[in-house]
């Protein structure tokens, strides 16, 4: 059962999804004026710069746009009580993974099992030095 500290940071939490999804919906609007600012100029250098420009503008908006899917699933589809836990071990998100990324789903060791990769271990200087009196 979440304590009154847990409901303040979800409620922390979710402000900042709320804010965060408001300023990537004024970036959206933005690139959406911009796109449509390079298509009606007619003055363009090059085909190319007009085409590498208007790729970078879909490439962001895109970006932005699964963003916003994002932090829509995580206001929508979230279990305020299960806010902040990761998808694969439930055990609590790191906080400050989720003061950067407030709708991330997994802590850090799962993201990155799930990327494919394992945490680094710890540099052991001596078992380098080992490793080369044996070679």
Known sequence: MPDCEDKIMNKNYFHRLRCRRTEVEKTLRHLENERRTVESNTEWANRAAFESRMNLLYRLTDSF????????????????????????????????????????????????????????????????HSLRQTA
């Open 65 to 128: 746009r699964n963003e916003i899917s994002r932090i829509n699933d995580a206001l929508k589809l979230r279990d305020p009580r299960r806010y902040g836990l990761c998808l694969s071990c439930h055990d609590p998100i790191e906080a400050g993974r989720l003061r950067i990324y407030a709708e991330t789903e997994f802590c850090f060791e799962c993201q990155q099992y799930a990327k494919g990769s394992q945490p680094a271990e710890p540099f052991d200087p001596m078992a380098l």
